[in-house]
């Protein structure tokens, strides 16, 4: 069984996690580097975005979500495992690397520029008659995932970015056939494997206060099959959604406000979008349900429903019952939340405002929406059954999480959470770790039939003490027994924490070799 060992990390050994890792790799792990066996029905690839670097040309970023997208692919195939990284190269990272400096401000407040010289530009701008520019950069950073021969990287506001999967070389920005006209794409998308579908979202939001959000169902040629628009006043922000069969749920929050001064003072470089992320008592908090296209739903208008003020990042398992009504879990956070960077080591300021998984009802008829704390530990980032989403065969919830009592942080543990019976596991880690990513031992004829926790867990973990990573391998049925496998790095290098990550059956790898290593 993992251990609860209740020691607290060193802060300054843990904020080494963020570090750059400038160099990218390509190789087969040796198997005198794993500890334990990689099952034989792990075959596949498990991808992970995050920032890969924490400076620019010597100016510290003021926050990791500022960082240019570094890819990692682990290959599972035949027991043997390859690895492989490299950085999104995006133009603002190209032409940053031919200016030898920064040029690009960031979303959460790392600027190109000092602040005279930003309030200079917007004051010389503003007497022009001409609008301020805000050239914020796109790290595309957030997520990464394979559909239909590609890999595409994500940041919310903007548009993804192309990878070739064999290689992971960046091929360039991609509007997807001109569909994302919106020009973004969220970080978080599902799947409907039933139908054999991709779902994404675009957000754009008009300084008159009117959204656009759209949503967008592809085919496994990327044929767009289903897209639906609409502008919803006070939808400042989405950056997950739950994919129902009747509906498409979102949260809209009252944590993001928009304005006209708040415009300009991003551009004259006095806060960015990301510091200004904090509770407006005067803004709604609702989930908002979009019909979807293709089914005989009577609905066939946006309905929102009240819901308490809190503000949701992501969400976990989810269904709709016999009378329609729906049911999701999702991680909280209270009205105390902000994006600060935590001691320098979480995201936002998980010491006083930690992520707490809750159960939401929605009776759709009634319009009315209950919840319920669901668990008592710090979490976030939960992951599903990336085939069942949405689905009454996909119960188990699996959390990024601090199971230590007095502690929030760091994230150490794996919790996996049955929805239907509020039972839990745990896997207590002996280091940092980040998104736990479900794989399915069946690929993908697993949407349905037997239970949705035949598979495994994968999980980054941090090891502060060596400043080194390496990804554990969890039997899903059994996540509080002892890891199967421990994949240690041949270079003995660690990777800067990750954001999102993803599984696909696929593998783009050709056999392993046959002489040992
Ligand atoms: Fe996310």
Known sequence: MSAKVRIPLDVQQLRRGWESLERESSYWVPQADIIGQIPRGLRGTFLRNGPGVNAVYGKRLKHPIDGDGMVCALTFID????????????????????AGKVLYDGQMGTRATGPVTQFGKVLVSLLSGKKPKIKFRNPSNTSVFYWGGKVLTTYETNLPHCLDPYTLETMGLDDLGGTL??????????VDMKKKRLICLSLRVRLNGAAEVGFYEFDEHWHCC???????????????????PQFYLVHMTPFVKVSTSLVLKWAAGISSPGEEMRYHSDLPSKFVLIPRPGHSNPNSTVIMINTEPFHIFHYGTAYQDRHDNIHFTAVCLDTNFNMTFDDEIALSNVSVSPGRLFKFHIDVKQLTCSQEMADLASVEFPTVHPFRHGLSTSRYNYLMASDRQGYNLPYRDVIKFDHLSSSRQVYYSHGSIGEPVFAPRHGYSSYEGGDDDDGYVLVQLYNPELHRTEFIVLDARH??????????LKLKHHIPYGFHGSFTPDVFVSAPPTSKL
């Open 79 to 98: 027991g043997r495992v390859h690895f492989r990284s490299k950085f999104v190269s995006s133009s603002h990272r190209r032409e940053e690397r031919d």
């Open 479 to 488: 996540i509080d027994a002892d890891p199967c496998a421990r994949i240690c």
């Open 181 to 190: 006209k919106l020009h973004a794409m969220a970080a978080h998308y599902r």
């Open 226 to 244: 289903n897209a639906v628009h609409h502008s919803i006043a006070g939808l400042n922000y989405i950056h997950d959604f739950v994919l129902l």
